[in-house]
C-alpha cells in the first residue's frame, strides 16, 4: 500500500532539483554582476559614480571646477544624483540578469508577477 506522501514525492524531488539548479544559476549571475560597472553623472559630468552590478559604489569622480569651497551643497547634490542614478540602473540590470534565471527554473508565472510589483500568484 503506498502511503499518501509517497504519491507526491517525485514531484518533491523535481521541486528540490530545480531549486538547486536556480540557486547556482543565481550565484553565477550575482558573481557576473559584481564584475560589471555602471556609470552615470551629474552636473554635465562633473561629477561621475561608477557601481558594480550589486548597486556598490565602487568609484566617484569630481571635476576640480565642481568643488566649489563655498557651494559644498550644491556639490553634495550633484554627488547624490550621480549616486542614484547609477545605483538605479545597477538595480535594473541585476534584474534583467536574474529573472530569467528564476524563469527558466520556475516559468514565466512567476517572474511576470515578480516584474508587476505584485509578489502574488
Given at each position: 500500500m503506498t502511503s499518501p506522501l509517497g504519491a507526491h514525492r517525485p514531484d518533491m524531488q523535481q521541486f528540490l532539483q530545480q531549486a538547486q539548479a536556480m540557486q547556482r544559476?543565481?550565484?553565477?549571475?550575482?558573481?557576473?554582476?559584481?564584475?560589471?560597472r555602471v556609470?552615470?553623472?551629474?552636473?554635465?559630468?562633473?561629477?561621475?559614480?561608477?557601481v558594480d552590478g550589486c548597486a556598490q559604489l565602487q568609484k566617484l569622480?569630481?571635476?576640480?571646477?565642481?568643488?566649489?569651497?563655498?557651494?559644498?551643497?550644491?556639490?553634495?547634490?550633484?554627488?547624490?544624483?550621480?549616486?542614484?542614478?547609477?545605483?538605479?540602473?545597477a538595480q535594473e540590470l541585476a534584474q534583467q540578469k536574474l529573472l530569467p534565471t528564476i524563469a527558466h527554473t520556475f516559468g514565466e508565472s512567476i517572474t511576470a508577477n515578480l516584474r508587476d510589483g505584485r509578489g502574488g500568484y
Open positions: 544559476n543565481m550565484l553565477s549571475a550575482q558573481q557576473e554582476l559584481t564584475t560589471l556609470q552615470a553623472t551629474s552636473g554635465n559630468g562633473a561629477v561621475r559614480a561608477t569622480d569630481i571635476a576640480p571646477e565642481a568643488a566649489d569651497p563655498y557651494d559644498t551643497e550644491g556639490l553634495a547634490e550633484l554627488v547624490l544624483a550621480a549616486i542614484r542614478e547609477a545605483t538605479q540602473s
